[in-house]
């Protein structure tokens, strides 16, 4: 069964280091999406992507966070400097075509910043 | 923006019992209502869906209802097992220009005691 692929699963970091997160979505999906869930929350968008092009990072900080998919495919989020207030797990998802509206969910990655 | 309410945050049954979550949304726009299953440690699982021109939708155990009128929607788990034991959320979609962005609740911690 196709899965979505993320890296790291966990991450620590101090404050101020720079991080990036990996995601690689189901072949063929061409809409990818950056979530960051804080614990005990839903998740909440980051970021949209259809095929390279951003279609909504309205919610994205833009003065510490970056989000790159350069030919359409995997896709790299970046947070320099990384603050206290950025530990949370931050998912990645892949819609298809086929069935517009499901996306499905990669295992995250926990990132901590002590 | 859309707004997504869930409730209750904690749900507690005894194995075989039914168990209810309700979500409300503030949008009439949204068309799309996905309920997730998210395990400790793990990404949300897509579990069941509903679009707007469907009123009810079932799949074995589980089952969804959407009001439109009064932007409600439920769901449902009959002969609860100790493995639904998780989280869950739901969510809307807010269609637009955005059609795959996920307006998430903010989730139920269900227990199902053997």
């Known amino acids: 069964e196709a899965e979505v692929a993320q890296s790291p699963r966990y991450k620590i970091t101090e404050k101020s280091q720079a991080v990036a997160f990996w995601c690689d979505p189901i072949s063929g999906h061409a809409t990818l999406y950056w979530y960051r869930q804080i614990l005990g929350q839903g998740p909440e968008l980051l970021v949209q992507?259809?095929?390279?092009?951003?279609?909504?990072d309205s919610q994205l900080p833009k003065d510490r966070f970056s989000a790159e998919r350069l030919k359409g495919v995997d896709s790299t989020l970046k947070i320099q400097p990384a603050e206290l207030g950025d530990s949370a797990m931050y998912l990645c998802?892949?819609?298809?075509?086929?069935?517009?509206?499901?996306?499905?969910f990669g295992p995250g990655t926990r990132l901590t910043v002590l | 923006g859309e707004n997504v309410e869930q409730h209750p945050s904690t749900l507690s049954v005894q194995e075989g019992d039914s168990a209810v979550i309700k979500c409300t949304y503030s949008d009439s726009a949204s068309n799309y209502f996905p309920w997730y299953k998210q395990e400790l440690g793990k990404g949300p699982q897509l579990i069941i869906d509903?679009?707007?021109?469907?009123g009810e939708k079932k799949d074995q155990r589980i089952a969804v209802t959407l009001n439109k009128t009064a932007k409600h929607f439920s769901l449902h788990i009959t002969e609860t097992q100790p493995e639904d034991s998780a989280v869950y959320f739901c969510?809307?979609?807010?269609?637009?220009?955005?059609?795959?962005?996920?307006?998430f609740g903010q989730g139920t911690i269900l227990t199902v005691h053997p």
């Open positions: 998802a892949s819609e298809g075509i086929e069935l517009r509206g499901e996306q499905f």
């Open positions: 992507f259809q095929d390279e092009s951003v279609v909504d």
């Open positions: 509903i679009r707007s021109n469907v």
């Open positions: 969510a809307a979609s807010s269609g637009g220009t955005s059609y795959g962005k996920l307006t």
